[in-house]
């Protein structure tokens, strides 16, 4: 059955250093999303992707944050300056086209980012 | 603007015994509704959707919830629990009709089953 998988499962940095988060969404589909969990918070929306580009992002993905497809199958989650608030579960997620409006993602298991 | 409200954070119970897991949410429009369940190391998963039509709607694995517009609840059932049921469980809504609108998702509830 084709899957969401996501690398790395648990990431550690330091204040103020890159990361990047990867993605690879299922082949068929067109929307990618990224959600992020601080721990025992809500799952919260970052961003969503199509036709190379952000359709949608929220108020949490400010400029310390970017997203890029670079070859068609991976689908990445930069940050470029991490802080402490930064620690979380980062869940990237895609879609069919047909299924936008109806809310079926797809997701990964997560990456979880921690901060020191 | 939508939000979700999953009122226990964590719900133990017995084997064989039912379970109720409450959602309620808010929206100044109609909306889709979805349950999705994260078992330990891994992805969320869609339980189960109510798009239209009848109230209540069956999942996999047992589970069912009812839409209830009126309480604007959503709440996820089911009348036998196994260990195996032991997982986070998140209520999630849509808004209708809303393009690329992304989810919002409640905190997520755990579901512990004691043997």
């Known amino acids: 059955e084709p899957e969401v998988t996501q690398t790395p499962s648990h990431q550690v940095t330091q204040m103020g250093q890159e990361v990047i988060l990867r993605c690879v969404p299922i082949?068929?589909?067109?929307?990618f999303y990224w959600y992020r969990q601080i721990l025992g918070q809500k799952v919260e929306f970052l961003v969503s992707?199509?036709?190379?580009?952000?359709?949608?992002k929220s108020e949490i993905f400010d400029d310390q944050f970017s997203v890029e497809r670079p070859d068609g199958s991976n689908f990445t989650l930069k940050i470029r300056s991490t802080k402490l608030e930064d620690s979380a579960m980062y869940f990237c997620?895609?879609?069919?086209?047909?299924?936008?409006?109806?809310?079926?993602?797809?997701f990964g298991e997560g990456s979880r980012l921690t901060v020191l | 603007a939508q939000s979700v409200t999953q009122l226990d954070s964590q719900v133990p119970v017995f084997e064989e015994a039912p379970v109720e897991l409450r959602c309620n949410y808010s929206?100044?429009?109609?909306?889709?509704l979805f349950w999705y369940v994260q078992y330990p190391n891994q992805g969320l998963q869609l339980l189960l959707k109510?798009?239209?039509?009848?109230?209540l709607v069956k999942g996999i694995n047992g589970f069912e919830a009812e839409f209830n517009k009126s309480q604007t609840s959503f709440h996820l059932r089911k009348p036998s629990v196994h260990i195996s049921d032991t997982a986070e469980y998140f209520c999630?809504?849509?808004?209708?009709?809303?393009?690329?609108?992304?989810?919002?998702f409640g905190k997520g509830t755990r579901l512990s089953v004691i043997a």
């Open positions: 997620a895609s879609s069919e086209r047909l299924a936008v409006n109806t809310g079926e993602l797809f």
């Open positions: 082949s068929n589909h067109l929307y």
């Open positions: 992707f199509y036709n190379n580009e952000i359709s949608e």
């Open positions: 929206s100044s429009v109609s909306v889709y």
């Open positions: 109510y798009l239209s039509g009848s109230t």
């Open positions: 999630a809504v849509s808004p209708r009709n809303s393009g690329n609108t992304p989810l919002v």
